[in-house]
């Protein structure tokens, strides 16, 4: 792959806080096994990563950290950067007559789509308010600022949110990857 195509890849991704993917795999095995494998996994980098004291451990090369549920799991790639947007993978497991049905949906978690929504709420209404407050007062020194910080603010708010999200470009294939080798899985051509 040539240098242009690397860097027309980085601006694919979409830029929108909001988003997220969906993918389905089947493997062989059956739900309990699956249940159990993620559940070892998860334990076992927790175990791991408390002897070497940094919060998390590896598995396949790849820091994942999460947790399991009757018939899902929910993981998300460590980084010691904190980023409030970064891809958590939400998954649900299905029993199938030779196997398990696996549907996945990465994307920010449902507390960091909330914060996004009022971020930019909250940038809107300071817009607004500054907008009024130089309707109401044109001629003073501090409204003359306040135009241009009403019209520059959201765009601002909607940047850092969008860089936030780009940053995590490649958490999403990784996960992917990290099930589909713990799994033994095969991506599923179809999905609901």
């Known amino acids: 792959m040539d240098l242009f195509s690397r ?5 694919e991704y979409p830029l929108n806080p909001f988003s997220t993917e969906r993918d389905a ?15 070892e996994s998860l334990r076992s980098d927790q175990i791991e990563s ?26 998300h790639q460590h980084s010691p950067v904190r980023n409030l947007l970064r891809t958590e993978a939400l998954g649900r497991l299905i029993a199938a007559r030779q196997g398990t049905r696996i549907v996945i949906e990465f994307g920010p978690s ?16 300071i817009s607004v308010v500054l907008v009024l407050r130089w309707r109401h007062d044109p001629a003073s020194e501090w ?10 603010f959201p765009p601002f708010i909607y940047g850092y949110l969008a860089a936030s999200r780009w940053l995590t470009r490649n958490e999403a294939p990784q996960l992917l990857w990290w099930v589909r080798h713990l799994l033994d899985a095969k991506p ?3 999905i609901e």
């Not at 795999?25 to 494998?37: G, I, K, N, V």
Request: hydrophobic share 45%; proline share 4%; net charge negative.
């Open 110 to 125: 449902r507390g960091a789509r909330w914060f996004a929504a009022a971020a930019l709420a909250f940038s809107a209404f």
């Open 143 to 152: 409204s003359g600022y306040s135009l241009p910080f009403a019209a520059l």
């Open 7 to 11: 860097m027309w890849q980085a601006f």
């Open 25 to 39: 795999l089947t493997t062989d095995l059956p739900l309990s096994e699956c249940l159990a494998r993620l559940g």
């Open 188 to 190: 599923l051509n179809f």
């Open 50 to 75: 408390e002897r070497h004291g940094d919060g998390t451990g590896s598995v396949s090369g790849l820091e994942v950290e999460g947790s399991t549920g009757p018939s899902s799991f929910t993981i």
